[in-house]
């Protein structure tokens, strides 16, 4: 046998042998790994849930919503719940329920969609936060009234978790991603440069 058959038959026995350890080696079933950001939406999840346990707590001291009282009984029952809240988490801060590692993945995910988004869209987007001017949002602040409340858009709600329903929403100022209570019109957490 010449030197270079003896060589290619050695090279290909030798990955002939290799082929077949690494098939006997893999008697385990493929174990997928678990996806990070799953773990990141489920403690998400139980932050809202935290908040809204307290939330609730307070505003079932103070009986239930009448929605067919005044304009004014209504904000002052606002007023009342958001003072409550504010008292309670005193010492929030940013980061308490949108965590660095939630702050981390949404921002990655708002960035992808508006990459995406045509430019009309994000035109129309630009436009109606050109009426937030000199609004900064803060952690326990309430959102002003006198500034009209930018619609969320729907593309991006779809790729965020879901919030319970009437009592959380997310919503955009400026450059903020931010999480407000509905009823009290509480801020209650803020990522910010979260849009470009």
């Given at each position: 046998m010449s030197l270079t058959k003896w060589r290619g038959s050695l090279v290909r026995t030798g990955i002939a042998g290799l082929l077949a350890a690494t098939a006997l080696g893999c008697k385990e079933p493929y174990e997928e790994?678990?996806?990070p950001t799953a773990a990141?939406?489920?403690?998400?999840?139980?932050r809202i849930?935290?908040?809204?346990?307290?939330?609730?707590?307070?505003?079932?001291?103070m009986g239930a919503l009448d929605e067919t009282k005044s304009q004014a009984e209504i904000?002052?029952?606002a007023t009342t719940?958001?003072?409550?809240?504010?008292?309670?988490r005193d010492s929030a801060k940013q980061g308490d329920i949108f965590t660095p590692e939630f702050a981390t993945v949404t921002v990655t995910l708002?960035?992808?969609?508006?990459?995406?988004e045509i430019d009309s869209v994000v035109e129309q987007r630009d436009d109606?936060?050109?009426?937030?001017?000199?609004f900064v949002p803060a952690v326990n602040m309430l959102y002003p009234t006198t500034y009209p409340l930018a619609t969320f858009p729907a593309t991006l709600l779809k790729l965020l978790p879901a919030l319970p329903t009437d009592k959380i929403e997310y919503r955009i100022v400026?450059?903020?991603?931010?999480?407000?209570?509905?009823?009290?019109?509480?801020i209650i957490d803020v990522i910010p440069n979260a849009v470009p």
């Open positions: 790994r678990p996806d990141v939406y489920a403690d998400f999840g139980q849930d935290a908040y809204v346990k307290l939330r609730d707590s307070l505003a079932s001291n904000a002052a029952r719940l958001a003072t409550l809240i504010q008292r309670a708002i960035k992808t969609e508006y990459k995406q109606a936060q050109e009426e937030l001017p000199n400026t450059h903020y991603l931010i999480l407000r209570d509905v009823e009290a019109n509480l």
